[in-house]
């Protein structure tokens, strides 16, 4: 699969302006808007909450419907995803995945998030390393992945 034809170009330094810091004891903690408290700023956290403005400022998204590093169980086992966006029925509508910007967008980071969208059910995906984009919704009759060329209207 050739995911750089369908790498949508999302400007989130335009954001960094709204994201909100901290030192203390030598370390940086970001605010989240989702969880309401500081979280220590990792690189995937920076891409993290930069798409979560993205998703309220550009995407017009609420922030009550945003839920955000929400465990669940896969085959077993206890995993995490990054970005959850609910639809009114508070039903999972889009499935994010951070990465840091020097992770890269590669097929095992698309399986991660095809697997835990086979267990959440979001039509729409999305992945992130603030450099790379990508958006696509599952079709049901034929149960692959299509990829937007832009922001779909959710």
Sequence with gaps: MNLLKHNLPLDWLKYRH??????????TFIYDLIRKKYILLQPEEMVRQLCIIWLTEEAGISRNSIQVEKSF???GLLRRFDIVVYNSDIQPLILIECK????AITQAVF??????????QAPYIML??????????????????IFFDKIPVW
């Design 111 to 120: 399986d991660q998030i095809a697997a835990y969208q086979y267990i959440l």
């Design 100 to 103: 840091s910007p020097q992770t």
């Design 73 to 75: 169980m896969i085959h």
């Design 128 to 145: 992130t390393n603030g450099n790379e984009n990508y958006i696509a919704r599952m079709d049901g009759e034929t149960k692959k992945y």
């Design 18 to 27: 709204l994201l909100q810091t901290k030192k203390e004891n030598n370390q």
